[in-house]
């Protein structure tokens, strides 16, 4: 089964490019290569800051686009992995080895196969 862990992190602990780097980039690479490792990883990236995505929405057939994230919150999406794991304990239990998971939080979803 396949999940994505998805990395929320505060604005200042954001390790995207050409951002504040409040948070060992190390951490990171370690938790990405103990998944590799583990032979669990199946793929990842890391986002650019919120403020550099745009929301579309269609609106009586119109396009409307807004600079910015689609909500305004104290976490954003920083990244994401995709693991190939036996079950959701499994999962849920490299969430939480996770860098964001201290202080900010981790989403796990199991992914559709199609």
């Given at each position: 089964?396949?999940?994505?862990?998805?990395?929320?992190?505060?604005?200042?602990e954001f390790v995207g490019e050409g951002t504040p780097d409040n948070q060992p980039k190390e951490a990171w690479k370690a938790y990405t290569q103990a998944m590799i490792d583990a032979g669990v990883m199946v793929e990842g990236n890391a986002l650019h800051p919120a403020h550099t995505a745009t929301t579309v929405r269609l609106r009586d057939g119109q396009r409307e686009i807004a600079d910015g994230p689609y909500a305004d919150t104290k976490?954003?999406?920083?990244?994401?992995?995709?693991?190939?794991?036996?079950?959701?304990?499994?999962?849920?239990?490299?969430?939480?080895?996770?860098?964001?998971?201290?202080?900010?939080?981790?989403?796990?979803r199991p992914v559709v196969m199609r």
């Open positions: 089964m396949q999940y994505m862990i998805m990395n929320y992190v505060r604005p200042d976490e954003h999406l920083g990244g994401y992995y995709i693991i190939e794991v036996p079950d959701l304990d499994t999962a849920l239990d490299w969430a939480a080895r996770n860098p964001a998971a201290g202080s900010g939080a981790v989403e796990v």
